[in-house]
């Protein structure tokens, strides 16, 4: 049986003038149409092509090798392009635009707007479906991350507390207000790392590396700028704070961590006003 929703690997069965056969198993043959095989391909009988599977305007099974944005399962934003009786539709990159039904929307929405959604299958109707109705669909078994992790954020929503983000697709966590030195907004798909795992399983974010691998990799930041600039740069544990923030996107403390470091390693020069290579 093919999976719906999501990438396949299929084998061809026969050629017709306009497309393929791919064998899907238990649901039969199902169509590639001509316009979607690609040019040089091998497209032989019994030969593989990896193609995505999901409903045509008449709901019957149909394979593309375009590349939605979003598969069965995952988490993505995606842009309001219509609004009907039937419901929200969403462009998630193919011909027939991703329905989100009014009750599985969590706050109103206009034609144009961005909204970050999970995308999965209906099983009364078998249609891939979306929803901006997150929490269901986030594990919420304990995390078992490890301080200083790298992980795939993507922001969710904005918080008095600061960014709600999903991590890796699976749980939420929060990048916390003072660890937020650039422009963030929901949708945004960003590297992270793990701060924290609370005792209570809620999980705190950085954009940055943590302890040591934050300063190591901010003075080869801070090292590469220098080469760049002729072995000047105009800021230094005496700068303000925002100026910091602008040039390596991290907190003042940070930054005299690294630029400290340097300094003891005999690789920098500081002056009240300026750091210069040594």
Known sequence: MALLGRYNSLQIVKHVDFGLYLDG??????????RYIPKGAETEVDDWLNVFIYLDSEDQLIATTEKPKVQVGEFASLKVKDINGAGIFLDWGLPKDLLMPYSEEARPLKIGDYCVVHVYLDKRTRRITATSRLDRYLDTTPAD??????????????TPMGFKAIINN??????????????????????????EVRADGKVSLSLQPVGAALSDSLQEQIMTRLEAEGGVL?????????????????????FKKAIGGLFKQGRIVIHDDRIEKA
Request: net charge positive.
């Open 25 to 34: 198993g238990a649901d039969g043959e199902i169509l590639l149409p001509s």
């Open 234 to 254: 105009p800021v230094s544990d005496k700068s303000d704070p925002a100026l910091i923030s602008k040039l390596f996107n991290v907190s003042k403390g940070n």
């Open 170 to 195: 699976r749980h939420w966590g929060l990048i916390h207000k003072n660890e937020v030195f650039k422009f963030l907004r929901s949708g945004m798909h960003e590297q992270g790392y793990i701060k």
């Open 145 to 158: 991350y490890k301080p200083g992790q790298p992980v795939e954020l993507l922001v969710a929503g904005e």
